[in-house]
């Protein structure tokens, strides 16, 4: 589902990474761990297409990392507890994404399953600039899953979380078998769940 075949990122002459390849297959989940500063969240911006390659190639389901086909696959969520419009209601930051996507019906009906989903009903109708870091962080998550991507890129989604929550989030990706997800966590129980992961602190 995602491949990287010596890829890189520099910043500057500053390579954060480079010489990276992997291969994660359709339906596992691969954990990047590492240090602050080692990289994790630029491997993820460019393996999610919000960022470019420096070298290399990458690609989801055979298309290359940025192209509109690559993007309609991937669900993103990088910084959960930020990225929302904080005048708008959890509600309202779904619907918005879920109204681009698909017909107005669908798009309510998506919406409705993803606030019981993730416990979000409570807080449908206020504004998320009022809404603590763990519920942002559960309305980015819910927001990356609109469109049943094929792949999913997470960074940090479970820092603001309750053992609750993180539940919720376990779950949510568990009921989806078919989901490839690239995972950058501190928490070991995060790992653990993963078939695969990668050191960017140099060990494989």
């Known amino acids: 589902m995602l491949t990287l075949d010596s890829g890189g990122r520099r910043f500057g002459r500053r390579w954060v990474f480079a010489g990276l390849s992997l291969t994660v ?6 954990f990047v761990r590492g240090r602050n500063g080692t990289g994790k969240t630029t491997l993820l911006r460019c393996v999610s297409g919000t960022l470019t390659l420096s070298a290399g190639r990458a690609s989801v389901a055979g298309h290359p990392v940025g192209s509109l086909a690559a993007r309609r696959l991937t669900g993103v969520c990088l910084a959960p507890e930020q990225g929302l419009y904080g005048r708008l ?4 930051n779904l619907t918005l994404v879920a109204r681009l996507r698909m017909p107005w019906r669908q798009a309510n009906r998506t919406v409705a399953r993803l606030e019981e989903e993730f416990d979000l009903l409570d807080h449908a109708t206020v ?10 962080a559960r309305v980015s998550i819910a927001r990356s899953l609109i469109g049943d ?9 479970d820092r603001s979380l309750d053992e609750q929550a993180r539940e919720q989030l376990w779950h949510a990706l568990a009921r989806r078998p078919d989901l490839t997800c690239v995972i950058a966590s501190h928490h070991s129980a995060s790992r653990d769940r993963c078939q695969q992961q990668i050191d960017l602190g140099g060990r494989r």
């Open 25 to 30: 297959p359709e339906g596992q989940w691969m």
């Open 149 to 157: 991507p094929a792949l999913l890129v997470l960074d940090e989604p």
């Open 89 to 92: 209601s959890a509600r309202d």
């Open 127 to 136: 504004p998320t600039d009022r809404c603590s870091a763990g519920t942002r």
